[in-house]
Structure formats: structure tokens, C-alpha cells
């Protein structure tokens, strides 16, 4: 026989020899083993004899924890071919205590023997810490590198951008950029996003995404001052974008390129319990969308709110509907990434009432409609009818306060640095209940979804060396890829190999 799978049990038992004075077969092996997080491969060998020296046939029960373990007959060893991971128990009472039960026949007299078998899996300590590298910052929202320096930008919602030093933990005194006397910061309005230009070693602009005091989006390009990587000119503000906003809600706020320098715009749907304009299925509307547009260029030369060009793949460049749209039907997509490995954007898309989600958009995926708000995540909404043409999450979750839920989707980047535990997953997390997690990129593939069961859930497998990660406002990647949590409360933390 071949590998049989293992289902857990419990109890125990002998045969009886029914007066015949055969004897029942004997368990010699130990009853308990413990195994590390992450083992694989051969964990425990049978050792079962019969005293009268009869065959011996060794079987297993079929009942808990399923197709988890498996036991070669032919070598009475048990093999465990994906590994078990402490903070994501997968026996049936989640204790990292696995029972199988073992019968041992003798096959000449059909006496038996049970024998029960805990397996317990230990935690073992990660090889990342999670290193607080700034803080003091008035609810800051974002925070990306810039380009050719160690540095950070992080932005203040009030309308500052602020240069950290991260290897200091020092902040520089004159802010990158300070538009506070321009902007409205009630409800999800304020300074929300920035995006340094691909080129920025020799054109020196930034975007920024802000709400104007009238409560408008406005995206803005401003210049460096010659000579500095740090500080912009607020004298040369140029109007890129605008649209008007209904609501101090669903502002959404991020904003970045493509791998192929094209700006990504991602707009909420106007804000209101469910989408009541409609404005996330009406492609003759910009909310509740993405935008793709191309900075380098202007299509609209006598519109100075519309400094841009339309890309030629757009699916309404050529009408029928806004020619800067790209991807329909999002609620609120606050944060998003885009992963330059494979140039898909990862967008996590806040939810209704009771479903958080994350979006994957690859960038041949013009038109792509994600659903709202006639779906939130997989499931219908206030009795939308589903459709073959909306595109499901690749992972979602549900409300609550427990570790794999949430309330506020803050979507995440795809790491590939140098920590083993989130190495090439996605790490995402939810800004109301401070949870965090990750998920293979891999496994993240659009057609699919998966459910927070599957998630990895990280504040415990990286505990803060100073305060708490609470409101995570959003992630980013410095420099030289290493992960970053930016805490509303006004921190900012670094997640450290562990040398």
C-alpha cells in the first residue's frame, strides 16, 4: 500500500484472546512527540510487535484532523508534507495538539491494539523584529522613500510631508511640502497620498493627492528645488486632476505608477451607505474607480484641471464612457500597491457592512469591474444580482474583532525581503481592530479567494520593540525593500531581519 491519509482521534484500547491464549499486538514507540513550526518530511516512526509473533497489520483512524498527516504503511512512519504554522493552528480545537489514533491487528487471530499519539507543535521564533524607527508624527497616512536616498516621506493628513531619517529616528525640521493652508481635513479628507515620478533622478516632480478646502480630490505635481532631494516648491503646483466629492467619505487617497510610468488614480465611490448615486457602475462617472492616466502628456490642452494624456489601452479611450477610466465598481480603495515584479496592482478596497477585500488588477486587465455595489467581496449586496462579468477578490474577510477580522480593509505591498516568515506574501492588514497578516502572492490569483482562514496573522509573530501597531494607516517599502507599518497614532516601524 501507498501513503494513507491520517484523521485524528482520541482513547484507546487492547484486544482480548478471547481464551484462546494468543496475545494482542504491542505499542513500544512513545505516545507523545513534539515537532517545530515548519518541520516537513518524516516525524514519527511505529514501533508495534506481536508478542506471539503473528503478523502485524497497522491502520489508522479516520476522524479529526483530516488529510493533515501521512502515514506510509510499508515503513510505519508518518510524514507531514506541508508545514504546521504555531499561530495558525489546523487541528480541529486549534491547541497545536494533533491525535491520531493507531489500530495494530494481529492478522492470525484479529486481536487488536489501539494506541492514541500526540503530536504537539512547538513556536518557533522568527527570524524579524519589528523596529519602531519614527515617531511623533501628527496622523500620518503614507510614507514612501525617496528616490536615491535612505530617506522616508511620510504624510501628515494635516497637510505635511515630513523627511524621517530612519537610521537616526531624526526628522528634518523644514517639511518636504507643506499645503495645509489649502486643504480640508474633516472626515477622510486631508493630504492622503504622494507618488515620486519614475524619473525622478532628472525631472525631480511629486504627486500628490489631496482634498482642496472646497472638498474637491485635487492630484498635484510639484517640483524639487534645485539642488535638494527633500524639499519641493510649493511655488510650482500643477493642477493634474480634479474632481468634485459629495462626501467628507470614500476619498480613498493613494496614488502611484505603473511599471510603464503610468499614474494610478484610485477614487471612492462618493461616499453614502451603499454607493445611493451609483456611481461605482457608471462608467460615465469617475468615483468608485480606477484611473489611468499619462503625466507625460497632455490630451486637454485648454482644460488646465486635466494635465494629462489618455492611455491607448483605456477601455473607453475611444468613448463610451470616461476615457481616464481603467477598473470599475470599488467602494473605497484607500491603499493600494503596485508590485514591480509583475506590475499587477493590489488594491484593498474598504468594505459595506460586512466584507473587507482585496483586489488584484493586472495591467492588461482594462474594464475589469470589481462589483460594487452590487457585490461587497463574494457576496451579493442589498440584493445585487451577481454577474459573470464582475471580477471576485483574490482574499477577503469579515467584520468583527476577532484576529482574522476587521472593519477597514489598509491594503498592503508584496514583500520579497529578507524575513523567511513573509517572504513573497502580501501584507496587508485592517485599520480598526490593528490586525495584520499576510498570504503567499502566489496564492492571490484573480479568479479565486481566499478566505481568512488562510491568512498568517503577524502581531504576534512580530511584536512592536516599542509601543503598539494599532490603527495601521498604511504599509510601504523603503529603500532597499524592507517592509514599513505606518501607525495613525504617529509612528512609524520598520520590519528588521533578525541577523
Known sequence: MGAIPLLAACGGGGGSDG???NRAPVFSSPAQVTIDEGATGEIYTVSVSDPDGDPVEVTVSAQNDADIFYYEDNFRKIVL?????????????????YEVRFTARDTASGLETQFDLRITVSDVPEDGALTQIGSGFSQP??????????LLAVVEKGGVIRVLDPSAGTVDS??????????ATDGERGLLGL??????????????????SSGATEIRRYQMFAGSDTQADPATADLIFT???PASNHNAGWIGFSNDGLLYIPLGDGGGAGDPDGNAQDVNEVLGKVLRVDVSGDDFPADDARDYAIPAGNPFASGGGRPEIFATGLRNPYRCSVDPVTGDLFIGDVGQGAIEEIDRLAPDAAGTNFGWNLQEGTQSYAGGADSVDFTDPVAE???GSGPLQGNSVTGGYVYRGAVAAVQDHYVFGDFVSGNYWSVPVADLQ???????????RLNDLFPADTGTVSNISSFGLDADGNLLIVDYGGSLYRLDPML
Open 19 to 21: 481464551g484462546s491464549g
Open 81 to 97: 508534507n506541508s508545514p504546521l504554522d504555531f499561530e495558525i493552528p489546523a487541528d480541529a480545537n486549534a491547541d497545536n495538539v
Open 141 to 150: 497616512l503614507f510614507v514612501a522613500p525617496i528616490p536615491g536616498t535612505q
Open 174 to 183: 523644514v517639511p518636504m511640502l507643506d499645503v495645509s493652508s489649502d486643504i
Open 195 to 212: 507618488a515620486f515620478s519614475p524619473d525622478f533622478a532628472n525631472d525631480r516632480q511629486v504627486y500628490v493627492n489631496l482634498t482642496n
Open 243 to 245: 474632481t468634485p466629492q
Open 397 to 399: 474577510y469579515g467584520h
Open 446 to 456: 484573480t479568479g479565486s479567494t481566499v478566505p481568512s482562514s488562510q491568512f498568517q
